[in-house]
């Protein structure tokens, strides 16, 4: 039984896709499905996100990792490079080593630490092209994971995730049904107890003009802010704070 959780990272652990004026920053996510999973068996935990959106890896290392120390936690989650990964010429190798420190420092803290594999983007015709990338990240991650004793949950491994309906209409955020998906796989590789059910998605009907008319939307409302963004220098994380920056105690809904 855990009595203090601490979730680091970028959008993905946020909450960003899942969106609830009801929680902080306006959205839920995997991480807060989670503490309130926990904390139906424990109402004391403690539950703090650093998580910002937008943050490169060395970034949520620089801004969340000392903070995240200092509270103690007995569980930590940890997701980063994402953001890197869309990068045109991200160093691999050299955000292996950032990673590999980082996770060391939480480990050696006796803390249950849980990483997570990047999602296989072959069905997305944007994604595919950083596959790659994406499976020399993932070995990197498994052998830290090996290393220090940590957790790791599989996205890759999760087809289920390649289903575009489980993503919002941005394409790089999880929706409400991924956010759920992930945190069940998170929940399970604890080993903890919870209520939550699979997603249940019907057979998608074959819609190829559809499709088209998707992507060109796509395109227009999210694609040309993106590149919009990398040019100017801005990020989606300006001015964002972490939405829970201090362990408190959470609700089950």
């Known amino acids: 039984?855990?009595?203090?959780?601490?979730?680091?990272?970028?959008?993905?652990?946020?909450?960003?896709?899942?969106?609830?004026?009801?929680?902080?920053?306006?959205?839920?996510?995997?991480?807060?499905?989670?503490?309130?999973?926990?904390?139906?068996?424990?109402?004391?935990?403690?539950?703090?996100?650093?998580?910002?959106?937008?943050?490169?890896?060395?970034?949520?290392?620089?801004?969340?990792?000392?903070?995240?120390?200092?509270?103690?936690?007995?569980?930590?989650?940890?997701?980063?490079?994402?953001?890197?990964?869309?990068?045109?010429?991200?160093?691999?190798?050299?955000?292996?080593?950032?990673?590999?420190?980082?996770?060391?420092?939480?480990?050696?803290?006796?803390?249950?630490?849980?990483?997570?594999?990047?999602?296989?983007?072959?069905?997305?015709?944007?994604?595919?092209?950083?596959?790659?990338?994406?499976?020399?990240?993932?070995?990197?991650?498994?052998?830290?994971?090996?290393?220090?004793?940590a957790l790791v949950v599989d996205m890759w491994a999760m087809r289920v995730l390649r289903d575009r309906r489980m993503w919002s209409d941005d394409r790089i955020h999880l929706g409400p049904d991924g956010h759920r998906t992930v945190a069940t796989a998170v929940l399970d590789t604890l080993g903890a107890g919870h209520t939550l059910r699979p997603v249940d998605l019907p057979i998608p009907a074959d819609a190829p003009a559809q499709r088209r008319s998707e992507n060109l939307r796509w395109l227009r409302t999210h694609v040309v802010p993106w590149i919009h963004r990398r040019l100017t220098g801005t990020s989606s994380g300006d001015g964002v704070t972490p939405k829970r920056p201090i362990p408190e105690r959470v609700t089950p809904r």
Do not use: C
């Not at 899942?18 to 503490?35: E, F, M, Q, S, T």
């Not at 590999?100 to 594999?117: P, Q, R, W, Y």
């Open 1 to 149: 039984m855990f009595e203090r959780f601490v979730a680091l990272g970028d959008s993905f652990t946020e909450g960003v896709g899942d969106d609830d004026p009801d929680y902080p920053n306006g959205v839920r996510g995997w991480a807060d499905l989670v503490a309130e999973s926990l904390a139906a068996a424990n109402p004391a935990l403690g539950y703090a996100n650093l998580a910002v959106r937008g943050r490169l890896l060395h970034q949520v290392v620089a801004e969340q990792l000392d903070p995240a120390l200092a509270l103690h936690p007995d569980l930590v989650t940890l997701y980063a490079g994402g953001n890197d990964l869309m990068r045109p010429r991200p160093d691999i190798d050299g955000l292996a080593e950032i990673y590999d420190e980082a996770i060391g420092k939480l480990a050696a803290t006796g803390a249950t630490v849980v990483l997570f594999t990047g999602v296989d983007g072959v069905a997305d015709p944007v994604f595919r092209k950083m596959r790659g990338r994406t499976a020399v990240y993932n070995e990197h991650v498994r052998l830290i994971a090996a290393r220090h004793r």
